[in-house]
């Protein structure tokens, strides 16, 4: 027989599958041909690794992912024997494969979404009365993948679309779900079958038989069940006994409902299991308690050990402590009592050596300042005595005064805390109470001519509002002419100021300028005709004093409106008046104002 040439196969599958013109029927089709026709050629071959190839390289092309967005009950309409026998050759394909190094993927990602998508359909198989061939085609896949490939258990019993399954009141899909079970674990290939699955998925299981037992009245489902069950206890012995535990009343229910069926038999003996698993449940229970007991019967032994150890041991240590403590103690009093020996020898000696200066100091004085000398020694001692008599007194007295009742420094502080608090507190109140505090100036930042109307209608509302009852409105109005006249008065006392500064300012820069000239004038023997005029001509001076004008009046256009309030009279700074008296000051020079230019009247001056 020739070699099949499996990778050509598999590539002209995937290259007809990803046809985008296919409609779903006719994918259906041909995905089920393919697959049939490569697992035929596949299956007869002499080498039998070539089936294990093929299935391997339908996974890694993506073909059995195409298989199974086919199994979609949505996108196939009245198909269902088609994708029966779809879902029984994918099944077929996932047993077997070798993924490789993508293993990992392969078994917790593809197979659990195969097995998601078969039990979706023969989910919407159970709503179809007519379908239940394939619905068993369909659970047939299921348990085959599950046999293959145990660690899907729990995946299957946990699934939701499983859990609709098992609610149909269909009595020959609750049989064929159990039957299904039953077989898979006395199976010849997966005699280990239930001894390789884990605490939760035997649980799960458990779960299902005994839930077909609380719920169907079918003598079938009923027998099925119970056999489920004490095959499971012969399988697993010990474990399934612990996990019947859980189930409380469950020989109760088998007595009640499922006896004179036909398997009175198998009920005994599950019967006998559970009555043996409660036996075992007591003998463990006192086994657990022994072993407690024991357990704590032997703490407390060490514990006791271990507190005789440690009370020996601080009873040592204490002993060991307080015999250094005595002998520092008796160290330290005898350091002391030589300490006091040593103050007081000392002391003996600087009194002695103290009278023999003095009587030797009173050798040395007149007979007649002797007496003299001691009542003064007399006094100062009286002195020194006094002064510690009085302080011992005052702080005596101090001490009776802090032991009186009153309040002490804390109270003191709390209540200047307090005290400040509330102060605070009544200025923020009146602060928030009273009308707020603007500038006294007129022109602050910010204030346009329509805000000081503003301002000005306010204050008029509120003087309208709240009259004086000391003064009348007239009376105010008369006030506040007055208050104006002497505010006006006395800018302009400060006008007349600034002018009279200004003339000064004036002179003394023109007697500077002179002064300065003379300074620095040549000898009368070099002194030419030009220098001569320099010093009669008046138009340094001249020059100055329309240069400050014009500054001024420069500053004066560049200041806001509200700084030429009442000055009124600066426009007369370049009156007739003024421009007489500059006249009579620089010997009849002339200064114009904005208008007007700067003459010289020289000719005069001269």
Not at 151 to 156: C, Y
């Amino acid at each position: 027989m020739e070699p099949v040439d499996v990778e050509g196969l598999v590539a002209e599958l995937k290259r007809q599958l990803e046809d985008e013109d296919l409609k779903p029927e006719q994918r259906l089709r041909v995905v089920n041909s393919g697959l049939n026709d490569v697992l035929k050629m596949a299956a007869v071959q002499p080498d039998g690794s070539t089936l294990t190839r093929l299935k391997s390289l339908l996974y890694h092309s993506g073909v059995l992912n195409h298989c199974v967005r086919c199994l979609n009950p949505r996108m196939q309409r009245a198909n269902w024997s088609a994708m029966a026998t779809l879902a029984q050759l994918i099944s077929s394909c996932c047993v077997g494969a070798e993924p490789g190094q993508h293993s990992e993927a392969f078994h917790r990602l593809f197979l659990p979404s195969v097995v998601d998508g078969l039990l979706r359909l023969a989910a919407e198989l159970t709503r179809r009365a007519e379908c239940e061939s394939a619905f068993r085609t369909v659970m047939e896949s299921v348990g085959w993948m599950i046999r293959g490939h145990t660690h899907l258990t729990a995946h299957v019993l946990s699934s939701v679309d499983y859990e609709q399954i098992q609610m149909t009141d269909n009595v020959s899909v609750s049989l064929f779900c159990v039957q299904m079970w039953l077989h898979t674990c006395t199976c010849t290939s997966t005699r280990d079958f239930l001894t390789e699955l884990g605490d939760d998925s035997v649980s799960l299981l458990l779960n299902d038989a005994i839930s077909q037992l609380a719920v169907s009245c079918d003598s079938a489902v009923g027998g099925v069940s119970v056999k489920l069950i004490l095959l499971m206890a012969n399988q697993l012995g010990l474990r399934l006994q612990r996990l019947l535990l859980s189930f409380r009343g469950l020989d109760s229910l088998l007595n009640k409902d499922w006896r004179g069926r036909g398997f009175d038999k198998e009920v005994d003996q599950l019967i006998r299991v559970i009555q043996s698993s409660e036996d075992l449940a007591c003998t463990e229970r006192v086994r657990a308690a022994c072993v407690i007991q024991a357990a704590w019967r032997s703490y407390q032994t060490r514990r006791r050990v271990r507190n005789l150890n440690r009370a020996v041991s601080k009873l040592q240590r204490k002993y060991r402590a307080l015999r250094t403590q005595r002998r520092r103690q008796q160290e330290a009093q005898r350091l002391d009592e030589e300490i006091q020996y040593q103050v007081c020898l000392r002391r003996q000696q600087a009194r002695r050596k103290f009278h023999l200066k003095q009587r030797r100091l009173l050798q040395l004085l007149p007979p007649d300042q002797v007496q003299s000398y001691l009542q003064e020694c007399e006094r100062r001692a009286a002195v020194v005595i006094q002064s510690h008599w009085r302080g011992f007194r005052e702080r005596r007295r101090y001490e009776n005064r802090r032991c009186t009742p009153g309040p002490t420094r804390a109270q003191q502080e709390a209540a200047m805390t307090l005290q400040r608090a509330v102060r605070l507190f009544l200025q923020r109140r009146r602060a928030a109470k009273g009308p707020p505090i603007s500038h006294f100036w007129i022109g602050q930042k910010g204030l346009t001519d329509i805000r000081r109307a503003e301002l000005q209608k306010q204050v008029q509302d509120y003087i309208s509002m709240h009259p004086s009852r000391a003064v009348s409105h007239q009376e105010c109005e008369r006030l506040h002419e007055e208050v104006q006249l002497l505010l006006l008065s006395e800018l302009q006392k400060g006008d007349e100021r600034r002018r009279e500064e200004t003339r000064r300012d004036a002179l003394m820069a023109h007697i500077n300028t002179q002064l300065d000239k003379i300074t620095d004038a040549p000898p009368l023997s070099v002194v030419t005709a030009a220098e001569a005029d320099s010093f009669l001509s008046l138009s340094g001076p001249v020059a100055t004093r329309a240069r400050d004008a014009h500054n001024a009046m420069l500053q004066a256009h560049r200041l806001p409106w509200w700084r030429t309030l009442g000055n009124a009279d600066e426009a007369d700074l370049l009156g007739p008046a003024h421009v007489e008296g500059l006249e009579a000051e620089l010997g009849g020079l002339y200064v114009g104002g904005a208008t007007e230019g700067v003459t010289f009247d020289l000719h005069s001056e001269r």
